[in-house]
């Protein structure tokens, strides 16, 4: 006898929500509960007394979240733009590249494999103020002072910002390449001999062809945008003195520096309600340039 | 303004040729310095004004951290390694079998909220992992399995489930459904059409999700840095870490531990670096 | 070889009926074409008789057994799918012995009867290709082989030569129809094209909107359409039409207030006042001086649009009451556009169809 209580992709799909529920879905339920308690890791009778929103209006009125939450969002958007801007360049030099296009390929791939902590490590190196690469080269070449790119405030962002967008730029340039080799060469032909410009060409046939191809590449770059904690992390630890603090930094400090784990909750919530905002926004993105597209692929 | 078409054509081609070999040499010198670091003394490193020409190179950086005498200032590299292989294994099979049935499931049939619980799980892998941490850590605490490979696996086959059913979802739908249907009449059961025919065909791509899964387990730090303690689960990214004293940082061991962390994810993505691009575009344009 | 039967055989997605109880019945060893418009019906009954979709209501018989609760492999049918569905991981031999590999048979075995459908289709030059490397009408071949190998009761055709060009569509029907003519299976063969029923088909069912609309021979067909439907769908150039009433004393009036003369036993048939479509096939035209037709004729005259030379006829377009008629011209002359010309009509072979049933009169 033949008994259906789930349907097959139900079923299919059961071990995968499982986990998930299981290792995002309850913790974030329990996280959302405890930003609601004053929970310290040293004192676990915390964990039960009820402080309504008293933590949230905490952060509202507190000027270092307000400074980490504003620099988390204006470093990514830079991030964001930048490493699209540049993608898109690169993918352009190497789509025209006539010889060595795979090899290219293939070293434009590099970044991605770097762990973001190696990455955080490498531009640590790289812009030490007395052993590092940048330091040393521009004193080569006869520059007298030592610049302190991880200490001063806007360099130190600066340095985070350049590492965070020499990571992420070829994810950007690899998926628009990608784009740029699938396009019909008829609509392109056609514009030619419409007697467009290699700029309008650009502008009119290329751009709207390979924007679905961008949002991909968005939405999956902003799956994982956290992953500049890992950098800021080893490069300045939010430091000096709080001034590259992002909220990430900010949530691990006071959740395991400071054993503050209610506020570190409602902290991680707030960034959650980020993270999410960042994905939701180019997923629907994507979604109308699908649609834009239409049956076009 | 009198350029001739000719000459315009030579200047441009000149200038992406130029800006091509800047572009990759942002790419690689970062990390070709970090290579060549690693087999440099300390003193080079170190030196003022700067040595550029290298005079000396040798293994004395990984002869250094592997070594188990601590007096060195030796890390267990060893067990840390070890702990990479099992957690980034044992968490990218699970998360490979789990994502195949998943992503089967998306690609070949079609059921009520079936849009929204791709769009569930997609969102489910934006939560920082920092401050996913947060509850994993009061859980994992109460359920004593922090610091255990077991602990990380779980939160690894949870974190890359949803890339991996959205490549593997992708992979499927390029193998046309009639070739199932044909193995059916064929006298195949839905198993045997599953693994003599679709599986066969979308299995290189399958290989390549596994090896993205792979990388993301091998470079993970926020969660591991929190929920690992000590040699027991301690991965290769939190090790790095263990090289930077308060007011001292070993900087050619650091070299040599990223040299050894990032050569098998070099070796691993060349492998699959076509098949990767291919299956994000297609899962993601074609929908 | 087998039998097929359905009895009132229902499809339905949700609350929508695609198929509305359709009863057929097919004997040992025929070849019936199923042909109708796209959404007609006709592919999801191919498949439901497959077992790749689900019989939502009736029976579906082969031979004895009701197999409306078999999955596909234990129907011992074979199909050949529109884009072949050839596994391009499998070598072409391996493509043809996979579902005897499947049925556990022994190495021997599968290898002679791969080579005996090697041999039927001339793949022997192929047996080591992917199917990546071959053109077309390969492929098809091979899916045929695929399909053969196997000694199935019944063979289903679904939409198969909808992929490859005029020249080779022509090529692999006469091919398909030695085939059958071969191994003597039942065949159940799915189309939009007509050309491809008439030519292949002992019998043929035309579909249209999940119902069974008319089913025989194509001869049969051709000369008694049911309907307008089937009439306008049969036939290549299609049936030109026009509007007319039945008169007194066997007088069709058209619209364009030409009258012709309808045969005898026609007007017998017809009650006077009834409102028809008249529909006559272009070979039932004959143009004035250029071959005769029938005994009962009568005559019109139109102005021509348009003439299509084909060498040794040509098609002659015209207008007349109110839509493009064409004919053929054998032994062809230059006609200029505009030039009004005189045709016969041949009253025995024209069809009457009742205007608001559409059914033939």
Same mark, same amino acid.
């Given at each position: 006898m033949k008994r259906k209580f789930l349907s097959p992709p139900v079923l299919l799909l059961l071990p995968a929500m499982i986990i998930i529920a299981a290792v995002v879905l309850v913790p974030l339920l329990l996280s959302l509960y405890t930003s609601f308690t004053p929970f310290k890791l040293t004192r676990p009778d915390t964990l039960y007394r009820w402080i309504g929103v008293r933590n949230y209006m905490r952060l509202f009125e507190d000027y270092y979240f307000w400074a980490a939450f504003l620099r988390t969002f204006v470093v990514l958007t830079i991030a964001l733009n930048v490493e699209m801007l540049l993608g898109l360049g690169l993918a352009v030099l190497v789509n025209k590249a006539v010889s060595g296009q795979r090899a290219l390929r293939t070293i434009m791939m590099f970044p991605m494999m770097f762990s973001p902590i190696l990455v955080g490590f490498q531009f640590k190196f790289m812009f030490n103020d007395t052993v590092g690469l940048v330091n040393n080269a521009l004193q080569s070449m006869g520059m007298e002072r030592v610049i302190p790119w991880l200490v001063d405030e806007h360099l130190a962002l600066f340095s985070i910002l350049t590492a965070e967008i020499w990571s992420s730029t070829s994810v950007f340039a690899i998926l628009i390449l990608a784009g740029l080799m699938a396009i019909p060469r008829d609509p392109l032909e056609a514009a030619r001999v419409d007697g467009c410009t290699p700029w309008q060409t650009f502008r009119h046939i290329t751009l709207p062809y390979l924007m679905p191809f961008m949002f991909i590449a968005m939405t999956i770059r902003s799956l994982d945008i956290a992953r500049a904690y890992d950098i800021v992390q080893i490069m300045t630890a939010g430091g000096p003195a709080r001034r590259t603090e992002l909220l990430w930094t900010m949530i691990s400090r006071s959740g395991y520096v400071d054993a503050n784990m209610g506020l570190a909750n409602a902290m991680a919530y707030i960034s959650i309600l980020l993270s999410i905002f960042f994905t939701f926004y180019f997923f629907r993105k994507l979604m109308a340039a699908r649609r834009y597209m239409g049956g076009a692929q | 303004m009198m350029v001739s078409h000719g000459t315009r054509k030579i200047y441009l081609k000149w200038c992406r040729w130029i800006g091509t070999f800047l572009a990759m040499s942002a790419i690689c010198i970062p990390g070709l310095w970090i290579v060549l670091s690693s087999f440099r003394p300390n003193v080079e490193i170190l030196a003022k004004p700067a040595v550029?020409?290298?005079?000396d190179l040798n293994f004395d950086h990984y002869a250094a951290i592997f070594s188990s005498d601590p007096g060195q200032g030796a890390v267990p590299v060893w067990s840390y390694f070890q702990n990479s292989l099992i957690i980034a294994t044992t968490s990218t099979l699970i998360a490979l079998l789990i994502g195949m049935a998943g992503g089967y499931a998306f690609a070949r049939y079609s059921f009520k909220g079936k849009d929204t619980m791709f769009l569930g799980f997609m969102l489910s892998r934006t939560v920082p992992g920092i401050a996913l941490s947060l509850p994993l850590f009061m859980v994992y605490a109460r359920l004593g399995i922090i610091d255990t490979d077991f602990g990380m696996i779980l939160i690894y086959v949870a974190l890359n489930l949803p890339f991996t059913i959205w490549l593997i979802d992708g992979f499927f739908r390029q193998v046309p459904q009639e070739l199932n249907q044909a193995a059916q009449i064929d006298g195949c059961t839905p198993w045997q059409a599953f693994w003599l025919v679709e599986f066969p065909l979308a299995k290189s791509g399958i290989a390549s999700a596994g090896i993205f899964a792979f990388l993301t387990s091998w470079n993970e730090f926020a969660l591991a840095s929190q929920l690992t303690r000590s040699t027991a689960s301690k991965t290769l990214p939190v090790g790095l870490l263990d090289f930077t004293s308060e007011f001292t940082i070993n900087w050619g061991g650091m070299c040599a531990l990223a040299v050894i962390m990032i050569v098998p994810a070099l070796l691993l993505t060349f492998i699959v670096q076509k098949h990767l691009v291919a299956g994000l575009t297609f899962g993601g344009v074609k929908g | 070889m087998a039998t097929v039967t359905l009895e009132k055989v229902v499809k339905r997605y949700g609350p929508i009926d =695609? =198929?509305?109880?359709i009863d057929l019945e097919i004997g040992h060893g025929e070849f019936v074409v199923l042909v109708g418009p796209s959404g007609c019906g006709k592919s999801t009954t191919l498949r439901m008789i497959a077992g790749l979709e689900e019989i939502s209501g009736g029976a579906v018989k082969i031979g004895e057994n009701i =197999?409306?609760? &078999?999955?596909p492999r234990d129907r011992n049918v074979s199909m050949v799918f529109q884009n072949y569905a050839l596994y391009p991981h499998m070598t072409v031999a391996e493509n043809l012995g996979f579902s005897l590999k499947i049925a556990k048979r022994s190495k021997d075995d599968i290898e002679k009867r791969v080579a005996e459908a090697a041999a039927i289709l001339g793949l022997g030059d192929l047996m080591e290709r992917l199917p990546g490397q071959l053109s077309g009408g390969q492929r098809q071949r091979v899916a045929m082989g695929r399909a053969i190998v196997r000694h199935p009761d019944v063979f289903l055709f679904d939409e198969? &030569?909808?992929?490859?060009d005029a020249k080779l569509r022509t090529q692999m029907r006469t091919e398909i129809k030695k085939l059958h003519q071969k191994v003597k299976t039942t065949v159940i063969y799915v189309t939009h094209d007509q050309i491809e029923a008439m030519t292949l088909a002992d019998r043929i069912v035309i579909m249209r909107g999940g119902h069974i609309v008319q089913v025989g021979t194509p001869m049969d067909i051709f000369h008694n359409p049911a309907n307008l439907f089937v009439a306008q769908f049969i036939g290549s150039p299609p049936m030109n039409l026009a509007e007319g009433i039945v008169g007194s004393n066997g007088k069709l009036t058209l619209a364009n207030g030409d009258v012709l003369t309808l045969a005898p036993d026609m007007a017998a048939r017809v009650p006077e006042g009834t409102a028809v479509t008249l529909g006559v096939r272009a070979e039932d035209l004959a143009i004035d001086g250029h071959g005769r037709i029938g005994s009962h004729i009568s005559t019109i005259k139109a102005a021509v649009n348009l003439t299509e030379p084909l060498g040794n006829e040509s098609l002659v377009f015209f207008e007349y009451g109110g839509s493009e008629w064409v004919t053929r011209m054998f032994n062809p002359r230059d006609i200029a556009p505009g030039e009004t010309i005189t045709l016969h009509v041949n009253m025995e072979s024209i069809h009457l169809f009742d205007k608001t049933t559409e059914k033939r009169l």
């Open positions: - | 550029w020409i290298p005079q | =695609v =198929v509305h109880g =197999v409306n609760d &078999l999955p198969p &030569l909808s992929n490859l």
